[in-house]
């Protein structure tokens, strides 16, 4: 027996019912389930579709479902994240290295001002507060594409919102020792003073790959990934 295309609707719709919300995910577990069937009804012709379904649901244990979501989950937050640093090599190389070399001695400059501290201290939180601003909208936009589409993509969710996330906890994390316990950064040695130009620098650079660079590049991204994408 073949799967028949109302069959192929059945395990999407199933797929849901377990708790799979991503449309990537689900086109895996389905592809997974109905080769289960098939193979289940090579041995066992008699079953019906939902006797060999369930067979087929039993491999994946008690947990159902819910090991492959994390599993993806995994995979797809290291290729976010890899996706990110490929981007941010990009400002290391020429001709980006130029403006990258700006940012950093402009970075470098605001410790000779009067209040480059809290200058350091407000850009810091200016990120974060443009991170969860960035976050709110892109969930927006998320929610919206799902109701008109009726389905959305894992690594969307991962350009649009995961990884966004992630790096707001990173800039929270870099504050502890981002910013010197000297009153003045004339106070502290010239490597002392790079390092911390450096890492101001490097929260923007990285602040504006993940909500300019990534999210404009996302429909190709994710075309290259999943070609039923485009369909």
């Known amino acids: 027996m073949k799967l028949t295309a109302a069959h192929i609707e059945e395990l999407f719709t199933f ?3 377990h708790y799979v919300e991503y449309y990537d995910v689900q086109l895996e577990l389905v ?3 109905a080769n289960d069937i098939e193979a289940i009804w090579k041995q066992e012709p008699h079953l019906s579709f939902e006797q060999a379904k369930a067979k087929a649901f039993q491999k994946f244990g008690i947990f159902g479902f819910m090991p492959v979501v994390e599993a993806k989950h995994k995979q797809l937050s290291k290729k976010y994240f890899k996706l990110l640093g490929q981007f941010l090599k990009e ?9 990258t070399a700006v940012l950093f001695y402009c970075c470098f400059l605001i410790q000779e001002v009067p209040y480059g501290i809290e200058i350091y201290i407000g850009s810091y ?4 507060i443009t991170e969860l601003i960035f976050l709110f909208t892109s969930k927006r936009k998320l929610e919206k594409k799902k109701r008109e589409e009726g389905k959305i993509w894992m690594l969307e969710h991962y350009i649009w919102q995961q990884g966004l996330s992630g790096f707001t906890l990173i800039i ?3 504050l502890q020792f981002a910013v010197p316990r000297s009153n003045v950064f004339t106070d502290l040695s010239m490597i002392w003073r790079l390092v911390f130009a450096g890492l ?3 929260c923007i650079l990285i602040a504006y790959i993940n909500q300019r660079v990534i999210p ?3 429909e190709a991204i994710l075309r290259e990934q999943y070609p039923e994408y485009s369909l």
Do not use: C, E, R
């Open 91 to 99: 400002w290391f190389a020429l001709p980006k290295i130029l403006l």
């Open 172 to 174: 929270l994390n870099v």
């Open 216 to 218: 404009q590049k996302s």
């Open 31 to 33: 592809d997974h389930l």
């Open 15 to 17: 797929t849901q019912q």
């Open 200 to 202: 101001l620098g490097l």
């Open 125 to 128: 939180f200016a990120l974060i």
